[in-house]
């Protein structure tokens, strides 16, 4: 079936630091891949998503490459702001079988950006 | 603000109760998806309804339901509640049927004590 695992956090940066969150996948088939992020008290906003190998999706500074050889699609930012504290989640969707549609999560990651 | 609504906010009841959440999706999105989040399994797929009909079913108990009604909001019904049922339940909304990117409510708070 379908997995997500993301690296373990939480993890804590000084403001204008350099973020990555890694995310690897085991599918069928081409999934499409999203990053939701979940700030506090709020339901999963939708950050940035691919459709296939090689796209590059990014929104607000951050980016994440869909990369088949590796399955993963890595989070990025240059420089995280405080108002970059949330919970991440990297997720993906297949297009077949009984899993159509459906997101399949990884476990989150807390970031916390101290001034 | 997504455009997904859910009511209601917060639910506080009983064990061995039932209780009803709603959620209306995005104006023209035809799928609603269902999912529960829990500090120790995380964020599951529940269950999948498109124009009225079931499309896919995740780990969803026995004890739960849901339904899209004609005019696309659906209900997640949850009975014989017991205190491993307290979560975060949120409602998606999508276009169709493809992984289309799903719009998330702000979700209910369900504690059972």
């Known amino acids: 079936g379908n997995s997500v695992t993301q690296m373990e956090g939480p993890v804590t940066l000084s403001e204008e630091a350099f973020l990555t969150i890694n995310c690897t996948y085991t599918a069928t088939g081409y999934p499409s891949l999203f990053w939701y992020v979940q700030y506090p008290g709020e339901g999963l906003q939708l950050l940035l998503k691919a459709t296939k190998a090689d796209d590059k999706g990014s929104n607000k500074g951050f980016e994440a490459t869909y990369r088949k050889e590796t399955t993963s699609f890595h989070l990025e930012k240059g420089s995280v702001q405080v108002s970059d504290s949330a919970v991440y989640f990297c997720a993906l969707a297949n297009a077949g079988g009984t899993s159509y549609g459906k997101l399949t999560f990884g476990q989150g990651t807390i970031l916390t950006v101290h001034p | 603000d997504s455009g997904v609504t859910q009511t209601p906010k917060h639910l506080i009841t009983a064990t061995g109760q039932r209780v009803t959440l709603r959620c209306s999706p995005r104006s023209g999105d035809l799928s609603v998806y269902w999912y529960q989040q829990s500090l120790d399994q995380g964020l599951q797929f529940l269950i999948h309804?498109?124009?009225?009909?079931?499309?896919a079913k995740g780990n969803i108990l026995e004890r739960f339901s849901a339904q899209q009604f004609p005019d696309l909001h659906s209900e997640l019904n949850l009975s014989s509640l017991e205190l491993g049922d307290s979560a975060l339940y949120f409602c998606?909304?999508?276009?169709?049927?493809?992984?289309?990117?799903?719009?998330f409510g702000p979700g209910t708070r369900l504690t059972v004590t």
């Open positions: 998606a909304s999508s276009p169709g049927v493809l992984p289309y990117e799903q719009y």
């Open positions: 309804y498109y124009n009225g009909e079931e499309r």
